[in-house]
């Protein structure tokens, strides 16, 4: 079955190290984008990208960082400079304009910082 | 961005249909009204979207106000794996502004 395939479930960061999640789409979807969602709050954008090797930056891209070597793949780097990296990371693509078609997400990756 | 305004919390009856509100007064005329379903400690599932038109899936209908300010999501017969926190959402169709943005949800609890 197509889906998206987020890893690992659960991370565990120190202080001062910088973390990758994996983001992995079967779905021949253009769009893959990163979301952060908090207790409690709504999801908040960090990164988006419609084509292979573009990205754009979301609201709150500070201290994160993204590639897209490939379309299947769209990892993100949660980096030291990420002050409150501690929360609930999911991973979404769609086929061209979201608003259009719809989103999938994967299932999440809970990451945080010991 | 234009905002949704959705209770915090609805029950139901196993079996029975629900209708959960949605208000988008501000809404423009270019926004999608996406619903989403999320259970705890796992990412959202889409659950049906629209522009203007009432829309049907398999897992729900969509009713949009005439005046496109308010929708409803209908589940036609509750199971207990509808139990979810309930997001309706307006999005944007052009690229370079495309995001969702989520508010707090309604928290369906389906009674047996």
């Known amino acids: 079955d197509g889906g998206i395939t987020q890893s690992p479930k659960y991370l565990f960061r120190k202080e001062g190290q910088n973390v990758t999640l994996s983001c992995e789409q079967n779905l021949n979807h253009d769009a893959m984008y990163w979301y952060r969602q908090d207790p409690g709050q709504g999801l908040r954008l960090i990164y988006y990208?419609?084509?292979?090797?573009?990205?754009q930056k979301g609201d709150i891209a500070e201290g994160y960082s993204v590639s897209r070597e490939k379309k299947e793949s769209f990892p993100l780097t949660v980096t030291s400079a990420q002050k409150n990296p501690t929360a609930f990371y999911l991973c979404?693509?769609?086929?061209?304009?979201?608003?259009?078609?719809?989103?999938?997400f994967g299932s999440g990756t809970r990451l945080t910082v010991v | 961005d234009a905002k949704t305004t959705q209770p915090n919390s609805m029950e139901s009856n196993e079996e029975e249909p629900v209708h959960l509100p949605c208000n988008h007064s501000t809404i423009s005329g270019t926004d999608y009204i996406h619903w989403y379903r999320q259970l705890p400690s796992q990412g959202p599932e889409y659950v049906i979207h629209g522009l203007t038109s009432n829309v049907n899936n398999r897992m729900a209908s969509l009713a949009i106000a005439e005046d496109r300010k308010s929708s409803t999501l209908i589940l036609h017969r509750a199971t207990l794996r509808d139990a979810a926190v309930y997001y309706c959402?307006?999005?944007?169709?052009?690229?370079?502004?495309?995001?969702?943005?989520f508010g707090t949800g309604t928290r369906l609890t389906i009674i047996p």
């Open positions: 979404a693509s769609s086929i061209g304009q979201g608003a259009r078609y719809g989103y999938t």
């Open positions: 990208s419609q084509i292979v090797n573009d990205f």
């Open positions: 959402i307006l999005t944007l169709s052009n690229f370079g502004n495309e995001k969702l943005t």
